[in-house]
């Protein structure tokens, strides 16, 4: 089955600079790939996602770049603030109906 | 936040024990999940459900069974919990259909088995 490996567990960066997360997956028919942010105590949301037929998209301060060959893809804060401060988990999706989720990356952002 | 309720949000139970938790949503959509969040394993499918009576079986499902008579209601036993069943769990809905599987998270329910 599909498999998402998540790197790096814990990121700390000082506020103002930029965070990259990375993840890989093993299923070449995955092709959705969500992020979830989850702050402390609360449920995770949806913060962007890409599909297979693109290889970039942003949203303000984040992006997420896909490359398929490769089977990995990242998520990209710049500009951090201290609300980015989160757990975050990247996806893929083997199956339209079903989601793997990664083991989850803990941003701290330092003032 | 979506309509998505679970209930109990807390339950502190017995090893041995059966446990029913609720997933409710007023959506009305098609697809509903059932994860656990453990530290250091991030979210675990348990089993989803694709309408009324389709389920299948996810990445952890031993020890788990689950049910869904009507569209709103989605349901997860533990028929003789177990310490190891410790774990905050998570419902989600989806409608790949309209919203390109984005999945809406319920608010938790944190399980203890002492």
């Known amino acids: 089955g599909e498999n998402v490996e998540q790197h790096p567990s814990t990121l700390s960066v000082q506020e103002g600079d930029s965070a990259v997360i990375k993840c890989t997956y093993s299923?070449?028919?995955?092709?959705?790939f969500p992020w979830y942010k989850q702050e402390l105590g609360k449920r995770p949301q949806l913060i962007i996602d890409?599909?297979?037929?693109?290889g970039e998209k942003k949203d303000q301060r984040i992006a997420v770049t896909l490359n398929k060959t490769a089977k990995h893809f990242s998520l990209h804060i710049t500009e951090t603030q201290p609300e980015d401060s989160a757990v975050y988990f990247c996806?893929?999706?083997?199956?339209?109906?079903?989601?793997?989720f990664g083991k989850g990356t803990r941003l701290h952002i330092l003032p | 936040d979506a309509g998505i309720t679970q209930s109990p949000r807390h339950k502190v139970t017995e090893t041995g024990t059966p446990v029913t938790l609720r997933c409710h949503q007023t959506?009305?959509?098609?697809?509903m999940y059932w994860y656990r969040q453990d530290p250091g394993h991030g979210l675990r499918l348990i089993h989803y459900s694709y309408g009324v009576k389709d389920t299948d079986k996810g990445e952890v499902s031993d020890g788990y069974s689950v049910s869904r008579s009507k569209t709103e209601d989605f349901l997860l036993t533990l028929e003789s919990a177990t310490s190891s069943q410790t774990s905050v769990y998570f419902c989600?809905?989806?409608?790949?259909?309209?919203?390109?599987?984005?999945?809406?998270f319920g608010p938790g329910t944190r399980l203890t088995v002492l």
């Open positions: 299923d070449s028919a995955s092709n959705y």
């Open positions: 890409i599909r297979s037929n693109v």
């Open positions: 959506e009305n959509h098609r697809y």
């Open positions: 989600a809905i989806s409608d790949r259909d309209r919203t390109n599987n984005e999945q809406f």
């Open positions: 996806a893929a999706t083997p199956r339209d109906d079903k989601i793997i």
